[in-house]
C-alpha cells in the first residue's frame, strides 16, 4: 500500500506531508477501531531486550523529531515500536527557523532538515501525557532541549525545568546537546560545558529522588516495571574501557540518555564519553544528523541543515563501533541514523547497539519497515 501512497506524499512539500502523516496517526490513536486494525496489521515478532534498566517489547524505536509535541504517539505506538522518542521539547513554544527547512534527497534516500526544535513547549506536550499516560504498551522518552533564545550559559535552567516537569511522565529521557540547527547547541558538547551541564542533571535528579513522587507517577508503578540495572556511576567505564565494578545499587528514575553528534573527533567523542559516565548519565544515543556532506547526487544536496538517512548509515555505523570498543560490553547505547533497511539494522545492532530507532528509513519505505526489520532479527 505505501509503495502507492508515496508518490502522492513526495509529490507534496516535506513538511506538509509530515504534517498530514502526523495527523492521519493521530487520528488513528484517537479510534479504537482503528488502533485495533493497525495494531493487527503492523505486529511483529517479540524479541525482548532490557536496557537502562528499562523492559522492551523488541530493540526497534522511533527516532526523536516525528512527534516533536506528543499529538500521535498512540497512533505510533500501534506500528510495532517497542518504543517511541518524543520531541524534541523546548521549555517554551518556539517556531523554529523559517521554512522552506525541510528537504528529501529521493536519489541519496536522505533528507537534510534545519527545523530548529518548533514546537509548542513543555506545558503543551505534558497535557498530553498526562491524562493517558499509564495507558500506554510502548515506551516512551522524552527527548528535551534548550530554547533558541536561551544563552549556553544559561542552558541548564531549561534542562532542568524539563526533567522536572517529565520526570514523572517519561520512562526515559533524551538530552539534546547534539542538533546542529540551533545555533550554539552544539559548542555544549564539549568537555567541560557538558561535564557542567550533567552534573547539574544528576544532582537535580538526586533531589528529586529524594522525594515522595506524586500519585499515579512513573516512580509510583509496581516493583516489577523499575529498574533494576547499575547505573554507570556504579560501574563506571573510562575510554580506555577499564571497568571499577561498583556495588549494584537501584539507579535513579527517570534514566537519562545523551545524544551525540556524528560529525564529532576521536577525542571529542572520548572527552563526551567521559563527561556522560563521570556524571552518572544512563547511556548514549548515537549518532543526530550530521553537517558533513559525503558526494551527494540530489539537487537539494546543497540545502544547509542536518543530513539523515543512508548517507549517514556507514557514519554512523562506525561512531556505534567507536563507543562499545571504548565503553565495554555493558553501556547502553541507542543507534540512531541511516537505518533503511532490515539489513542496516542488523548491521547496527551488531555494531554493539542495544536499541535502534528509525526515522528517515519510514519516509522511504513506509511503516512496515517496523516490521521487517523484528522478522529479520
Partial sequence: MYRLIRPVLFRMQPE????????????????????????????GPQVPVRAFGLDFANPVGLAAGYDKDAIAWRGLASLGFGHLELGTITPQPQAGNPPPRLFRLPDDRGLINRLGFPGRGADFAAQRLHKARKHART???????????????????????LLERFADLADYLAVNVSSPNTIGLRRLQARQALSDLLAEIARKRRTMASQPAPPGSKQNEPSGSQPSAPNPSDQIASVSGQRTAGTPAEPPRPPILVKLSPDLSDGELEDALDAIVSTGMDGVIATNTALRRPRLRSP?????????????????NQMVSKIRRLMGDDFPIIGVGGIMTPDDARRRLDAGANLIQVYTGLIYAGPGLVKSILNSL
Fill in 16 to 43: 506538509r506531508a509530515h504534517t498530514i502523516t502526523l495527523g492521519v496517526l493521530q487520528l488513528t490513536g484517537a479510534f479504537p477501531p482503528a488502533l485495533a486494525v493497525a495494531r493487527r496489521l503492523f505486529a
Fill in 139 to 161: 515506551i516512551l522518552g522524552i527527548n528535551i532541549g534548550k530554547n533558541k533564545d536561551t544563552p549556553n550559559q544559561e542552558a541548564a535552567r531549561d534542562y532542568l525545568a
Fill in 300 to 316: 537539494q544536496a546543497g540545502q544547509g541543515g542536518g543530513l539523515s538517512g543512508a548517507p549517514l548509515t556507514g557514519l554512523a
